[in-house]
C-alpha cells in the first residue's frame, strides 16, 4: 500500500520586498518548499496556495480595532518597532495567507491525520497586538475556528520553538480546554515570559541531550493527562546551533530525532498533527532550511508508518 499523500500549504507566492540587509529570513519559506518538491516529501498534487485569510477569521481570535488598525496600517513607530518588520500592504497580505494556511492544513490534518503549513507559526502575536514578525496568530485563530466549527475541542499547542509562545500562551490562559506547551530557552526573548500551561525552560547552550531529556519527561505525560484531540506543533528550528537567534546548541541529528519523537507519541495515540514552520535565523540560510525539511521528513516517516 502506497503512503497517503503530506497535504501542504504555502504563502510564498505572496512577495515580501524587505529592506536590503535585514535580518528576517524570508528567502528560508521558498527554499524549504523548493526542497521539499524536489525530494518528493510533498507533491505538487498535494500543495496548494494559500490565500489571504478572510478578515472574520482574523476577528475570531483578534481585536477588532487592531485588526482594522493593521488592515489601515494605522501603526505607531511604537508598534512597528516592536513587530521587527516594516508595515506593508503585502505585509498583510502574507500575514493573512500565513492564517489561511494553518487553517487550512488543520482541517486537512483532522481528515488525513498529518498536514502542515510552509508558514506560520506566528506565536508572538497576542489578541490586540503584534510583535517579533507575528502579525496574526495563526494559531489561535485555527483553534477558535475549529472550536466554533465542532472540529476540535482540545487543541494542544505544542510549541518548541527556541522562544516562548508567549502569544498563545496570553490568548488562552484562561482556557482550560487549550493546552499551551512551550519549550524554549529561559534567556532568550521574550524577556517577561507569559505563563502557558506548561513552560519547560532550557538553560544556555543546552543541547541535543539536555532538550530530548527534558521532551521525554514531559511531552507524553502532558498528551496523556490533557487528552486532545489536534496537536499545533510549532516546529520552530532555531534551537539549531547555527541560528542567530537561538541560544541552544541543538545539532541537526538532534532536531530530527525531536520531530520524530514528537509524530511518534502523536501516532502511538492517534492524534492529528497539523505542523506550521516557526523560526528558524539560521546562517547561512541553508542550515535553516534542512532543519526544516526535517520535520517534514519526519512527517512523511509518520504517515508511511501509518499506511
Not at 55 to 80: C, F, K, M, N, Q
Not at 129 to 148: H, K, M, P, S
Not at 174 to 185: E, I, L, Q, R
Request: charged fraction near 20%; proline fraction near 6%.
Amino acid at each position: 500500500m502506497s503512503a497517503p499523500p503530506l497535504w501542504a500549504w504555502t504563502s510564498d507566492h505572496h512577495t515580501l520586498d524587505l529592506p536590503e540587509n535585514h535580518p528576517f529570513p524570508v528567502a528560508k519559506y521558498r527554499l524549504t518548499r523548493e526542497r521539499l518538491l524536489a525530494e518528493g516529501i510533498v507533491d505538487a498534487a498535494h500543495l496548494s496556495r494559500s490565500e489571504p485569510a478572510p478578515i472574520e477569521w482574523l476577528l475570531a481570535a483578534h481585536d477588532a480595532g487592531y485588526v482594522l488598525r493593521t488592515l489601515s496600517g494605522d501603526w505607531t513607530p511604537a508598534e512597528i518597532r516592536r513587530l521587527g518588520l516594516p508595515w506593508s500592504p503585502e505585509l498583510v497580505v502574507r500575514a493573512r495567507a500565513a492564517v489561511y494556511g494553518t487553517v487550512m492544513a488543520a482541517r486537512a490534518a483532522l481528515q488525513h491525520g498529518i498536514a502542515g503549513n510552509l508558514a506560520g507559526g506566528t506565536h508572538h502575536a497576542f489578541h490586540d497586538r503584534g510583535e517579533a514578525y507575528c502579525l496574526f496568530n495563526d494559531l489561535a485563530v485555527a483553534i477558535t475556528l475549529l472550536r466554533r466549527d465542532g472540529l476540535a475541542q482540545r487543541p494542544f499547542v505544542l510549541d518548541m520553538d527556541v522562544h516562548q509562545g508567549n502569544g498563545t500562551a496570553a490568548m488562552f490562559a484562561n482556557d482550560p480546554s487549550v493546552f499551551t506547551f512551550s519549550m524554549h530557552a529561559r534567556h532568550n526573548y521574550p524577556l517577561a515570559k507569559e505563563t502557558s500551561t506548561l513552560d519547560v525552560e532550557l538553560e544556555d547552550a543546552a543541547g541535543d541531550d539536555a532538550m530530548l531529556t527534558a521532551l521525554d519527561a514531559h511531552v507524553p505525560a502532558a498528551l496523556d493527562a490533557h487528552r486532545p484531540d489536534l496537536v499545533l506543533y510549532q516546529a520552530g528550528v532555531d534551537a539549531l546551533h547555527t541560528d542567530r537567534l537561538g541560544r541552544l546548541r541543538m545539532t541537526h541529528d538532534g532536531l530530527a530525532e525531536r520531530d520524530r519523537r514528537v509524530f511518534a507519541w502523536a501516532h502511538d495515540r492517534h492524534l492529528p498533527v497539523v505542523m506550521t514552520l516557526g523560526g528558524g535565523y539560521g546562517r547561512p540560510i541553508e542550515t535553516t532550511v534542512e532543519a526544516s525539511v526535517n520535520v517534514w521528513r519526519a512527517a512523511r516517516e509518520a504517515l508511511s508508518r501509518g499506511a
